[in-house]
């Protein structure tokens, strides 16, 4: 069993950043592919970044690409997700979550074992 804890959220500007952090309780860690998610009022979870074990691969939803970067410390068992030019739209609950089968990194969130709590983050206009 692998615990995660996302923190960084929080309230910010249209244009401002935020970086959030993934934290787990397990060695292993270091091994599975980890996903960002997020979760917007009365709207389905939609990937937003993922990334595989040795941090070589990353991938990214197109509404987030040149804005974002997924990134990991697999000495501190920690992803980290980089939030730049915010915008209203990437208001949302946001999650990690951790796959400790596959080599590369799956975008969709049934591929994976592990879920945080979530984090909120909100981008005012």
């Known amino acids: 069993q692998v615990l995660l804890v996302e923190s960084g959220g929080g309230l910010v500007q249209a244009g401002g950043s935020l970086r959030l952090s993934c934290a787990a309780s397990?060695?292993?860690?270091?091994?599975?592919?980890v996903g960002w998610f997020r979760q917007a009022p009365d709207k389905e979870r939609e990937f937003v970044a993922a990334?595989?074990?040795?941090?070589?691969?990353?991938y990214y939803a197109d509404s987030v690409t040149g804005r974002f970067t997924i990134s990991r410390d697999n000495a501190e068992n920690t992803v980290y997700l980089q939030m730049n030019s915010l915008k209203p739209e990437d208001t949302a609950v946001y999650y990690c979550?951790?796959?400790?089968?596959?080599?590369?990194?799956?975008?969709?969130?049934?591929?994976?074992?592990?879920w945080g709590q979530g984090t909120q983050v909100t981008v005012s206009s």
């Open positions: 990334i595989n074990w040795s941090g070589e691969s990353t």
């Open positions: 397990a060695r292993t860690f270091s091994s599975y592919a």
């Open positions: 979550a951790a796959d400790p089968r596959r080599v590369g990194a799956s975008l969709l969130w049934y591929d994976y074992d592990y």
